[in-house]
């Protein structure tokens, strides 16, 4: 079943001039369809201004389309009156985790969205402390969001989504800001709440490496879908990632690169693993 | 322009019962037209050191010997020392504020108090460097995409003509094209324009690709201080500190486990690769 789904959206940034006359269009989202299935992994990568984070900001309708429809577990995300349904079902985290973090104390800025949605104060306690465990946060429950480190915070925002419990997540650059442990925390975070809860992750970045375990990767360039596949069937194609200002995995690259200069290795290598065992059967198949 | 640090210590809150020890006895000498790449775990003091190199923070005690004078004498003048080591925020683009770009990169050096033509040819050098064509010189700075944005608050740091650069993660948020860029423009600084870089990442491989030496910090020390190829030889110990080594080096530790006879000490994917080949025969 789909729970987000994309029809021909198409949307526009205006340039004003001084008195507030139309200067210049940016078509930023340009025909985009897509069809996100219930309970998936979807990782979207693209360079700057390639139109993602403008795409993501319709899943939960902070932006409408200017044409075209977005439905939301089969919501209409133009429509008015669906507005508060669409975001209570599609919850989003961004880059900068200070920007998101209002609570003096970690529960209690989790409990600040099923607190607004009017949830019972009990219920919300209970929510609090699942996400919490859900994220790996529970510990530091009664801690101060400022003396976290940065991919404590951004676990702590990811369970503030948690518990408004939607259906779907959209991770927004999540781990642009952490070091490697923190990419790491907030990666398996969501990869445990896809698995684990089977709440849909619909998740933007720029680091390849955090995106080999995704169902379904959509890659963009200037507002439109330029490739859609598996990890694997997009990593395989170094040469066009290159050509879109994108990378592959370095593990991958090292398979590339081994290729080139004549060893017979498989397409689109993803992990260590798939390498050291492709490198040790080649090795085998000489002696 | 050495840059000699001599038991440098911060403590912030100093004096309340909040008091952190941020840096703790730091002793460093860096060298004119080293790039160092500067990496630690958020929180492990990066920030506040590269702080006290212009003089933004006061150290708590020790010293900083810039040219083999210590910035905190008597009368020592800041502000030149500011004009000397350029220091590069962390989303440099979020202040910019002038109405066109030329005009953005020129707030710097018109502050102090130059020529105006010797102004606008510091700031054209600047652009020039970063490689923003002239045609952007007249449009806004908020006009311009993400990387664009970063190469100008870059420039403008740059018309203040400093002998050291320092850049907290320059990259942050740049497509991977975007990350290259930057990074073979500030190694393009150190190697034609003899600059003293020094480079705060938190990308292992962007480290291990780029610089000379790498200086690892932990809760406010310098943990461990070499060439890429002998830091990321402790990768067992960076890990425990929250770090990691470039992926190349695990996949060469792992092929080593599988009988393979490669170099461990491989950082980047063409020592990997020739190592590889080799031991492929």
Not at chain 1, 170 to 195: C, F, H, S, Y
Not at chain 2, 241 to 270: E, K, N, R, S
């Amino acid at each position: 079943m789909s729970i987000v789904k994309t029809e021909n959206v198409v949307y526009e940034y205006q340039r004003l001039d001084e008195e507030g006359n139309v200067e210049g269009v940016t078509t930023a989202v340009d025909h985009v369809s897509l069809d996100v299935k219930e309970g998936s992994f979807i990782a979207i990568l693209g360079h700057n201004g390639s139109g993602k984070s403008t795409l993501a900001k319709h899943i939960n309708a902070i932006l409408s389309p200017k044409e075209g429809s977005v439905w939301v577990d089969g919501l209409d995300t133009a429509q008015e009156e669906n507005l508060w349904e669409v975001r209570s079902r599609a919850g989003m985290v961004f880059q900068n985790p200070d920007n998101q973090i209002i609570g003096q104390v970690v529960e209690e800025d989790v409990g600040f969205g099923p607190e607004n949605m009017g949830v019972p104060t009990k219920e919300i306690w209970e929510r609090v402390e699942e996400s919490l465990r859900a994220v790996g946060m529970y510990e530091y429950r009664k801690h101060s969001p400022n003396k976290l480190s940065g991919g404590q915070k951004q676990r702590v925002s990811i369970a503030g989504v948690l518990a408004m419990h939607p259906k779907v997540i959209v991770l927004d650059e999540p781990t642009a800001m952490l070091d490697p442990t923190g990419r790491k925390e907030v990666i398996r975070a969501a990869r445990g709440l896809n698995q684990v809860e089977g709440v849909t992750v619909i998740l933007i970045t720029h680091y390849m490496e955090e995106i080999v375990h995704a169902d379904q990767v959509f890659v963009m360039d200037h507002g439109k879908i330029a490739m859609q596949g598996t990890p694997r069937e997009i990593f395989s194609q170094v040469e066009r990632l290159k050509e879109l200002r994108l990378a592959v995995p370095q593990v991958t690259l090292l398979a590339h690169e081994l290729k080139q200069s004549g060893i017979p290795l498989p397409d689109g290598i993803l992990t260590r693993k798939e390498l050291v065992e492709a490198l040790v059967a080649y090795k085998n198949s000489q002696k | 322009m050495p840059i000699q640090i001599e038991h440098l210590t911060h403590i912030y809150g100093d004096d309340t019962t909040l008091a952190v020890k941020a840096l703790d006895d730091i002793n460093l000498t860096i060298s004119d037209g080293e790039f160092i790449g500067l990496i630690g775990h958020t929180g492990s003091g990066k920030s506040t050191l590269v702080q006290h190199l212009n003089g933004l923070l006061k150290a708590s005690s020790g010293s900083i010997l810039f040219d083999g004078q210590n910035i905190y004498d008597k009368g020592y003048d800041l502000k030149a020392l500011r004009s000397q080591v350029g220091l590069v925020f962390q989303y440099p683009e979020h202040q910019l504020f002038e109405i066109d770009v030329f005009s953005d990169v020129c707030f710097g050096p018109k502050n102090l108090g130059l020529s105006e033509e010797e102004v606008k040819e510091r700031a054209t050098k600047a652009l020039e460097s970063v490689g923003i064509p002239k045609e952007l010189y007249n449009q806004s700075p908020f006009d311009l995409s993400g990387g664009q944005k970063r190469r100008v608050a870059i420039a403008g740091v740059l018309a203040m003509d400093p002998k050291v650069l320092i850049l907290d993660e320059p990259t942050a948020g740049l497509d991977p094209q975007g990350r290259e860029e930057i990074l073979d423009l500030i190694k393009g600084l150190q190697t034609k324009s003899h600059m003293t870089i020094l480079l705060v990442s938190h990308s292992m491989e962007d480290v291990a690709e780029y610089v000379d030496r790498i200086l690892v910090m932990n809760h406010g020390r310098v943990v461990y201080d070499g060439t890429p190829k002998e830091v990321f030889a402790h990768y067992k110990e960076l890990e425990d500190i929250g770090l990691a080594c470039p992926q190349v080096t695990y996949v060469c530790h792992d092929l080593h486990d599988a009988g393979f006879d490669v170099d461990l000490t491989a950082t980047t994917v063409d020592e990997a690769k020739e190592s590889i080949l080799r031991a492929l025969g």
